[in-house]
């Protein structure tokens, strides 16, 4: 009877070893290769629902434009789904726009995009020194993901050197310095007008010239017109895409002292009010 029992006891152990479960990290061939067939949670969920997210080409986050330039913040984004995206203002938290949806009164805010694009973009017309302030492009994901913009809007003027009015005598040379002090923009090119038309430096008048200076601080622009004749007498206005333009009026003479024209209206008020006083005194010593 021992060899007997000897016997079923070995048996017993083969069978609870072949049942037993594996100690952790030691799983069976058989078990690993049931299991590499299985997605695990992590994979089925991403494949269901795609990850939305921002474009890495959505930069710039800082924009700067200048008064009256139409500005567009960027905003790209991928897999965006049935999801929603919308602008808000963060310093009144106002809702801009929802989709292509605008929720403000003020026509100069709307979105710009391509329906083949993934970009939507607020554009904002005639930009104005209120403007400025951050932005937020946001995406009703969970949770939610947003992108700031922040815009500076510089209130910039090109200014003309001297006084609003210049006089040159006939056959002198009329010198005109404009000036676009812009340290955060980059410079830019100005264009010269007399009268409503923009100069031609090639035309047969002749003796026109244009220099121009680019640097860190802006642009300078000066404009020459030698043997100054009564046609180019008129308003001349320099203008560049970035700055709010100048004007100047230049009156060319011939030979008559500049004084004599901005004091002779005044001369007149004074010969006025002289005779007025001595009216009123004669009436009053003959009363």
């Given at each position: 009877m021992a060899p007997f029992h000897g016997m079923a006891f070995i048996l017993l152990g083969i069978g609870y070893l072949l049942h037993a479960e594996p100690p952790s990290g030691h799983r069976s061939l058989a078990s690993q290769r049931l299991d590499e067939g299985k997605p695990d949670k992590g994979e089925r969920s991403q494949r269901g629902t795609k990850r939305t997210y921002f474009c890495k080409d959505s930069k710039p986050e800082n924009v700067t434009a200048v008064v009256g330039q139409t500005v567009v913040l960027l905003c790209c984004v991928k897999n965006l789904g049935n999801r929603t995206v919308s602008w808000i203002r963060k310093k009144d938290l106002h809702i801009l726009t929802s989709m292509s949806v605008t929720y403000t009164s003020d026509a100069r805010f709307t979105i710009d995009r391509n329906p083949e694009q993934d970009d939507w973009n607020l554009r904002i017309d005639y930009a104005q020194p209120r403007d400025a302030g951050i932005y937020e492009c946001q995406v009703n994901t969970e949770p939610k993901i947003y992108r700031a913009v922040t815009l500076k809007v510089l209130d910039v003027?090109?200014?003309?050197?001297?006084?609003?009015?210049?006089?040159?005598?006939?056959?002198?040379?009329?010198?005109?310095?404009?000036?676009?002090?812009?340290?955060?923009?980059?410079?830019?090119?100005?264009?010269?007008?007399?009268?409503?038309?923009?100069?031609?430096?090639?035309?047969?008048?002749?003796?026109?010239?244009?220099?121009?200076?680019?640097?860190?601080?802006?642009?300078?622009?000066?404009?020459?017109?030698?043997?100054?004749?009564?046609?180019?007498?008129?308003?001349?206005?320099?203008?560049?895409?970035?700055?709010?333009?100048?004007?100047?009026?230049?009156?060319?003479?011939?030979?008559?002292?500049?004084?004599?024209?901005?004091?002779?209206?005044?001369?007149?008020?004074?010969?006025?009010?002289?005779?007025?006083?001595?009216?009123l005194l004669v009436d009053t010593i003959f009363r």
């Open positions: 003027q090109a200014k003309i050197t001297g006084s609003d009015e210049m006089y040159v005598k006939k056959g002198s040379t009329i010198g005109l310095t404009c000036v676009v002090d812009a340290q955060d923009i980059p410079p830019s090119n100005v264009t010269w007008y007399h009268a409503g038309a923009v100069i031609d430096f090639d035309g047969p008048r002749g003796g026109v010239f244009l220099e121009t200076e680019k640097g860190k601080n802006g642009t300078t622009s000066k404009l020459l017109i030698t043997r100054a004749q009564f046609e180019d007498s008129g308003n001349y206005t320099c203008v560049s895409s970035k700055v709010a333009p100048a004007s100047v009026m230049v009156h060319v003479l011939n030979g008559e002292h500049p004084a004599a024209m901005q004091h002779g209206g005044t001369g007149n008020i004074n010969r006025r009010a002289i005779l007025f006083s001595l009216v």
